[in-house]
């Protein structure tokens, strides 16, 4: 009985899609919560559409996420809750209710929304096993953030909060 090399090319590469370790996977340190998260897809999907909501921005001298307000200088405790926050934002108000005509835009939101909403559900598990501490530094810092938010017009904050997104996926980059 002769056997087909298939099965086993198939096989193999089964194996090698399991044991290879993905580069483009970044691990957060989020104080005692640890999730990680391909990083590069998402930073990769934004970079598809930035130019084109940046465009849309016309409120270039605000900003909602302020670097060395909010980002910047965070314990590590509070990175997870402050996180968990920001994605909620993010999810809740401004990838449902960005309007635009563009389809390939629509889709990209689309699955930079389910790509959070991964990473929200991590952190909502790191909550439940009480290692997302929520301590006042990160409730005052989110609050700065809704409230720069909550100033401006719902679709230009919508707008603004989208084309800013570079900014916090800086942050969660060089988030050890």
């Known amino acids: 009985m002769k056997v087909s090399g298939l099965p086993l090319c198939l096989l193999s590469a089964v ?8 580069a483009s996977l970044k691990t957060l340190h989020l104080g005692s919560c640890v999730i990680t998260t391909n990083l590069q897809e998402i930073q990769n999907g934004f970079s598809e559409i930035q130019a ?3 465009a849309r921005d016309g409120n270039v001298d605000i900003r909602i996420l302020r670097k060395t307000e909010s980002l910047q200088d965070m314990k590590p405790t509070d990175q997870c809750c ?39 559900k991590e952190l909502r598990l790191c909550h439940a096993h009480m290692t997302c501490h929520c301590g006042e530094d990160a409730k005052e810092k989110f609050s700065q953030i809704l409230s720069h938010f909550e100033e401006l017009e719902p679709q230009a904050a919508v707008v603004k909060a989208l084309s800013e997104l570079d900014i916090l996926l800086r942050w969660m980059e060089e988030t050890p």
Do not use: C, E, G
Request: glycine share 0%.
């Open 15 to 22: 194996f090698y899609l399991f044991w290879t370790p993905s």
């Open 82 to 120: 402050f996180l968990r926050h920001l994605l909620r934002l993010y999810l809740d108000r401004v990838f449902k209710n960005y309007q635009t005509p563009d389809h390939h835009t629509l889709r990209k939101i689309s699955t930079l929304a389910n790509s959070f909403l991964t990473i929200k």
């Open 52 to 54: 084109s909501v940046q």
